[in-house]
């Protein structure tokens, strides 16, 4: 059997170190490997405005960010300001979500708007600023219900935010990306402002699940042996 696969472009993607702060792959026929391998995105039409076409994109027509529709869902895949300017991606994603105003909204990214470690979200921090001026309006703004958060691996889930303060109809953001990598040593956790409700220092996958019956979106970490981390994290459609 197989099984979809939807990806989000990351700095090992694009050929950064951001330790260093070195490298950065241009984009050719030969790479990086996601823009060559993992066409992410169907053909866009040159004739009519946000129509797709049954086809896959040339290799220059392929983007850092694209979205994708499950039913009545929508999730939209982000670059990190890798490839693609921030607001640039906010601007085509209100343009998007203008004929989509019912559908659950969805984002996923690599770089965390809310970090679970102090000094990791401190040598980022150019990049949160920047996804906090122009995503988080349109997270809030559209009311997204949840948004999929990677880099760091560590494990964490927000409060229902909405301009960083808690909203039942905000949005919940969970990672942030810990499936198989190591354990930080000096992590400073970041939860002073206490919008976290949980963080946690531990492999883990999020299984997440859409009911449309019961009219909810459930969200559950769980570690490598399939133990529930967390209560089902349940929110409203």
């Known amino acids: 059997s197989r099984a979809p696969v939807i990806y989000s472009l990351g700095n090992h993607d694009a050929g950064i170190d951001e ?10 026929e030969q790479g990086p490997f996601y823009m060559t391998y993992f066409p992410q995105h169907s053909k866009l039409s040159t004739i009519t405005k946000n129509a797709i ?8 027509e392929r983007k ?13 895949t982000l670059d990190s300001g890798y490839y693609s300017d921030f607001k640039e991606q906010a601007l085509w994603m209100e343009e998007i979500l203008k004929d989509h105003l019912s559908y659950v ?23 949160v600023d920047a996804q906090r001026k122009d995503w988080m309006p349109v997270f809030d703004d559209n009311k997204f219900i949840l948004a999929f958060e990677n880099h760091e691996h560590y494990m964490k889930r927000t409060l229902a935010l ?4 808690y909203d039942s109809q905000g949005t919940v953001y969970i990672g942030n990306g ?3 990598t190591y354990d930080h040593k000096n992590c400073k956790l970041y939860n002073e402002t206490g ?3 949980s963080i946690q220092e531990v492999n883990h996958y999020w299984h997440v699940n859409i009911s449309w019956n019961a009219g909810v979106v459930t969200n559950i970490p769980y570690d490598q042996d399939n133990k529930a981390l967390l209560p089902a994290g349940i929110q409203k459609i």
């Open 105 to 127: 909204k969805i984002a996923l990214y690599h770089c965390p708007i809310y970090y679970a470690c102090r000094d990791i979200a401190v040598k980022n921090h150019e990049i």
């Open 178 to 180: 810990q499936w198989g």
């Open 162 to 165: 909405k301009n960083d303060k």
């Open 19 to 28: 330790i260093n702060k070195r490298g950065g792959l241009k984009i050719t």
């Open 195 to 197: 919008v976290y409700e």
């Open 53 to 60: 076409l049954p086809e896959v994109p040339n290799f220059e």
């Open 64 to 76: 850092s960010y694209h979205y994708h529709k499950i039913g009545k869902m929508m999730l939209f």
